[in-house]
């Protein structure tokens, strides 16, 4: 019998097999109409996702509010550019990642982690900040320009290759990419260890009643927020050609907060629809008025105040309903 | 030997120190209200910054229409009042019973500072003004050329603290905000209008803000983002001197930008950000409660 978590995480896949249907369609009307602009914001929409996720992972599992997430997803882009500007090879790049993440997050969740609540999400903001400020002044890093001129790589599967500079090709590569970050992720929360996340997040101090350490978890969890940052900023350059400081501000940890809170806390799958919703809803507003960010921002006050669960609070217990068996709010 | 040393103080040590103090009580200014709600509420307001910027734009409105700056003072300290008290009231209270409150408080305020930015740049433009200094001339200081504006900062800047730390330590409505802060419960039951207090307190918190932003405009200008930068280092002030603790801002900020305005005398300026946010990293690393007690605690 399976119980409250393993059936609202199967509404949640559910939901975002929807999401990889319509994405599919978006896919196929795109290039049937030759189309560049869209699809290339539908990519960025999916990697912006990708870092929501990781800060759903730490709010919505651990119960850790990071500020600094852009730290990670930013070293994934600058890291990814410099290596494909020396050698323009996909798995290269997502390699450097991958260790550099590992170790960075590491040592970011060791300084982090030493404290909670309120003073974890302080202490992210600063090592963000303090890295950002280090590249915005860094003439190497290409300071506050960033790095330009990253050259379009074909992704080598073996068999057969995509090209970045394809809308529809690096569109439905970045997709299922992204869907593999938020399978994976789905996969460690429900073991055992996600378990231990999710118990920690209810009373840290029970935790350790029940013989578990409360240290490891959380820097693990940590770590794989960053992994998933990381390897979603390192899809940023293929995209776009270039990185700037921007990647690294607060703005963008800021958004990714929104993004995921918008979309719905705790069901990972809120940070894909969230990223998507803010992206249509950007362009959308930002057609009509430059002021995009007060229809955001009210969106985001909105869904803090009566929404606390987020987009995914109203549609994934009705999916839960619609798959059969009762539902614990 | 000795009258080099007291040459280099002179001619660069005390310059450098002076503009550093000027920014010091500006930035005390900010954190002091920051300091104040989180110490009562247990609020990150991260809106701080913007309420900040919204005196300036309230001062900079009223402005155009021929009121004179020692007025502005006062009438933005007064409209800044109720509208704290209605975004407490109206808004933070909605989140505030939650179980994570930290959290929720801390993303409504954002949301808030992100709605009010782009507000200002929907009204006022982009582009930044500059009101004109309400004090000309400018006076030597052991050789140091300062602007009389500026050094009337340092002491305005001084009374307002010196009042605040007056009222909060002092007076019975002072003991009613440290006996809330320190058992909200328990004051309550005693009589003290708790869910008053928490909102005078915010009210007082972001009127202040609102008041640092009018006496900082002739110097930094007035923009709709200008709270931004600003509202980085009243946060690292707040964290180094003990979320809640008025002492601790005022020491705080006088050492984080003393250290700051030093630094850069003999590193590039550019690295003052790093090296100020590296303390702010450490101390949370270290002591995360700060130099001094919360307010209401000892």
Known sequence: MADALTRSMRASHVLAAVLVVAALIFAAVGAAIDDTFYLRLGTEALIFAGLALSVDILLGYTGLLSLGQALYFGLGAYLSALVLMVTPSFWAAMGATLIAAIVVGAIGGFIANRVRGVYFALITFGMAQIVAKIVYNTRALGASDGLIGVPVINVNFGIASISSASPVGFFLFTLAFIVVLYALAAYLLDTPFGRLLIALKANERRVPFLGYSTVTPRLTAYVIAAVIAALSGALYPMLRGFVSPELLFFSTSGNAVITAVTGGVGTLVGALYGGILLTVLKSVVGSYTEHHLIVIGLLFMGAVIFLPRGLMGIVRPAVERWLGGKVVP | MMTAALEYFQFVLAPQMLIGLVLGVAVILVALGLTIIFGLLDVINMSHGEFYALGAFIALALASIGLPFWL???????????????????????????????????????????????????????????????????IDVFGVFLPLYRLFLIAGGAVIVALVALVVYRTRLGAMVRAAAFDRHMAASLGVPVQHVYAGAFAFGVALAGLAGVLLAPIYSVFPTMGRDFILMAFTVVIVGGMGSIAGVIVAGLLLTQVQAISSLYISPVWSDPIVFGIMVIMLMVRPQGLFGRLGHG
């Not at chain 2, 407490?88 to 409504?108: K, P």
């Not at chain 2, 954002?110 to 009010?116: D, T, Y």
């Open chain 2, 72 to 138: 502005l003072l006062l009438l933005v300290l007064l409209m800044m009042l109720p509208v704290g008290y209605i975004v407490e009231r109206g808004l933070i209270q909605r989140v505030f019973h939650s179980g994570e409150r930290h959290v929720t408080t801390l993303l409504l305020t954002f949301g808030l500072g992100l709605v009010m930015e782009d507000a200002f740049r929907l009204a006022f433009g982009p582009n930044p003004h500059k009101p004109a200094t309400p004090i000309a001339g400018a």
